[in-house]
């Protein structure tokens, strides 16, 4: 058996951790799965997630942002309201997300 | 907008968090990419990663045994000859693997 090849792996596993990264936190599939289906709104989350609190929600939701898979909409009204959503980006999640599903389900 | 709905999403993140809790070791994706190209020994995998030690990729080895992902053959022969390979479940990991390399890639 040959030794092990750096190159292509590493390379390849790159892609797969950074994806892993911007998907692992504690409530993010979660959110996201919910987001693959429609726009929420902070509470909306917290209502889904009542154990989550409301401070580690917002902090989830902050990197999200950061990583380009999910959008912030602030709307100029009164009482604030502020909408979360999928990018573009975020949006391609939904086939990654099918395929852990089904794998997952075999487990 | 309707609020959160828990039943569907939460069923679905739990098949995915379990995906995610299977594969999301330091070294796993990176054995396991390997693995799904050919079956390899610890030598093989060591000089693969020489920043891993021996220890976090035995344990890393020894937890996918556990999750049904890999196997560990052991061959009547001196010195000692161990080979790890993928189980038919652990082999399924490639699609999943390359739909979060796609993904990775835009990242």
Chains 1, 2 share one sequence.
Do not use: H
Request: net charge positive; aromatic share 6%; hydrophobic share 35%.
């Amino acid at each position: 058996m040959s030794s092990y090849q750096r190159k292509t792996p590493i390379k390849s596993d790159c892609s797969i951790e950074k994806t892993l990264l911007v998907i692992s936190g504690k409530w993010k599939p979660a959110i996201l799965s919910e987001l693959l289906k429609r726009s929420v709104r902070l509470k909306d989350i917290q209502e889904g997630l009542p154990e989550a609190s409301k401070r580690a929600l917002t902090q989830q939701l902050k990197e999200m942002v950061e990583d380009g898979l999910i959008q912030k909409k602030d709307f100029n009204q009164f009482p604030k309201k502020t909408e979360y959503s999928m990018t573009p980006l975020g949006s391609k999640l939904s086939s990654v997300f099918n395929i852990l599903t089904e794998f997952g389900d075999r487990l």
